[in-house]
């Protein structure tokens, strides 16, 4: 079993850079896919990224691509997603997920955090 904590988000002008964090309790971590995942208002929570065990192979949504990046840092115990260039439509909580598997869907990710706001100002 794992524990998420998101941290770092918050607000941010539409061009401007935001890095968020994810840390994950137990000593499991390394035998985790991990993703981001994001919800905005009224809409359906969407697929970011998703780093593999290692951190040697990442996934991204398309519209993401470019912009976003993902990383893990196993001695640590946390997942990153950096995010540049950012546009008012970036705007939601945005979630890390632990997964078993490499996968896109949430339905696939067990383990959830409680998601941190980020905020994109035009």
């Known amino acids: 079993q794992v524990q998420l904590v998101e941290s770092g988000g918050g607000l941010v002008q539409a061009g401007g850079s935001l890095r968020v964090s994810c840390a994950a309790s137990g000593r499991t971590f390394s035998k985790y896919v991990m993703g981001w995942f994001r919800q905005a208002p009224g809409k359906e929570r969407e697929f970011v990224a998703a780093?593999?065990?290692?951190?040697?192979?990442?996934y991204y949504a398309d519209s993401m691509k470019g912009r976003f990046t993902i990383s893990r840092d196993n001695a640590k115990n946390t997942v990153y997603l950096q995010m540049n260039s950012l546009k008012p439509e970036d705007t939601a909580v945005y979630y890390c997920a632990a997964s078993t598997r490499v996968a896109s869907r949430s339905s696939d990710y067990g383990y959830w955090g409680q998601g941190t706001q980020v905020t994109v100002s035009s």
């Open positions: 780093v593999s065990w290692s951190g040697g192979s990442s």
